[in-house]
């Protein structure tokens, strides 16, 4: 079956880095686009970045652009995503996520939070 398990998460100053990272298993990694998502508390699960099949086409949200690189390792079926400068307002849980034509998978996610 699909599966989707992040890493990563920890506690960090402002200003601080994390890198996260997803290992996904069950299905065909290298053909489909994979996403960051992140939840803070209270409110509604956001789009913090995606990357296509090939890596030739990211996105991020407006609020991460500039701080944020997502990355993906075809061979090694994993997706990071590295946190420079980070903000007491990224405090969230960040999931990953695999759109797939089986349907969509999210990992458990893992808890980032960034106060002094």
């Known amino acids: 079956q699909v599966r989707l398990v992040e890493s990563g998460g920890g506690s960090v100053q402002p200003g601080g880095s994390l890198a996260l990272s997803c290992a996904a298993s069950?299905?065909?990694?290298?053909?489909?686009?994979m996403y960051w998502y992140r939840q803070a508390p209270g409110k509604e699960r956001e789009l913090v970045a995606s990357?296509?099949?090939?890596?030739?086409?990211?996105t991020y949200g407006d609020s991460v652009k500039g701080r944020f690189t997502v990355s993906r390792d075809n061979t090694k079926k994993t997706i990071s995503l590295q946190m420079t400068g980070l903000k007491p307002e990224d405090t969230a849980v960040y999931y990953c996520?695999?759109?797939?034509?089986?349907?969509?998978?999210w990992g458990q996610g893992t808890q980032v939070t960034v106060s002094a």
């Open positions: 990357i296509d099949a090939t890596s030739r086409r990211k």
């Open positions: 069950g299905f065909i990694f290298s053909s489909y686009s």
């Open positions: 996520r695999a759109s797939t034509n089986r349907g969509l998978f």
